[in-house]
């Protein structure tokens, strides 16, 4: 898996356990790893949590490794279910792993105008605490309507899941339902040149 750059980071805006899946980018022999390292690592944690549990996060090697493989079992998840297959027993097994790892409390509060909130408390080490929050993430997105709105974006060399909230919508970003035109567009082009027509 080769290693990309902070500033490329694949957020899109989607549910945590969807943004968490997309870390691991593309299709081998061509995977990007947008964990691969403890400071891609912590660059994610920061855009998609927040700069202060990116801070707190020590990164051990076991800390990384443990995330890089809550992520993969995560990954499994989402790709069994955009394909409609069983869901991996070993990746609910990693899940479950995760959550179970800290004791966390929910309570229900009021924010500061007054609306009503779940605030989950959790205890452990901050890395502990990570991971069972991003594992909390999948199992919150399991059952919802986003859950069978789930797909993979078809654009060329792109392969992030999204959720396709309106129907209407095919590609994870309007830059790649543009590079699926072009792409469109010069096949058919190719196909013009060898039967000798214009395009
Ligand atoms: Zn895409």
């Known amino acids: 898996m080769s290693v990309p750059d902070p500033d490329e980071l694949p ?6 356990a969807v943004e ?7 299709q081998a ?7 691969g390292d403890r400071e891609l690592a912590r660059a994610w944690i920061a855009a998609a949590l927040g700069r202060e549990l990116a801070d707190a996060w020590r990164g051990s090697p076991v800390a ?9 079992a995560v990954h499994a998840l989402l790709e069994a279910r955009v394909h409609g297959a069983a869901l991996p027993g070993e990746a609910l097994t990693r899940v479950n792993a995760s ?9 229900l509060e009021l924010d500061t105008q007054g609306e009503a909130l779940v605030r989950t408390r959790r205890r452990g080490k901050t890395a502990e605490r990570l991971e069972a929050q991003l ?3 999948l199992m919150e997105l399991v059952g919802t309507p986003a859950w069978s709105q789930l797909r993979r974006c078809p654009g060329p060399g792109c392969s992030l899941f999204f959720v396709a909230a309106h129907h209407r919508r095919r590609f994870c970003h309007p830059s790649c339902s543009h590079r699926a035109r072009q792409a469109a567009y010069y096949r058919r082009r190719q ?4 039967s000798g027509e214009s395009p």
């Not at 968490?20 to 593309?26: E, Q, V």
């Not at 990384?64 to 993969?72: S, V």
């Not at 959550?99 to 309570?107: D, F, G, I, P």
């Not at 196909?191 to 060898?194: I, T, Y």
């Open 64 to 72: 990384h490794r443990e995330l890089r493989e809550l992520r993969d």
């Open 99 to 107: 959550v179970a790892k800290v004791s966390a409390t929910r309570s």
């Open 11 to 16: 957020i899109l805006g989607e549910a945590l």
């Open 191 to 194: 196909r013009a040149q060898e």
């Open 20 to 26: 968490f899946a997309n870390t691991r980018y593309g």
């Open 29 to 35: 022999p061509d995977l990007i790893d947008f964990l």
């Open 135 to 137: 594992a909390e993430a």
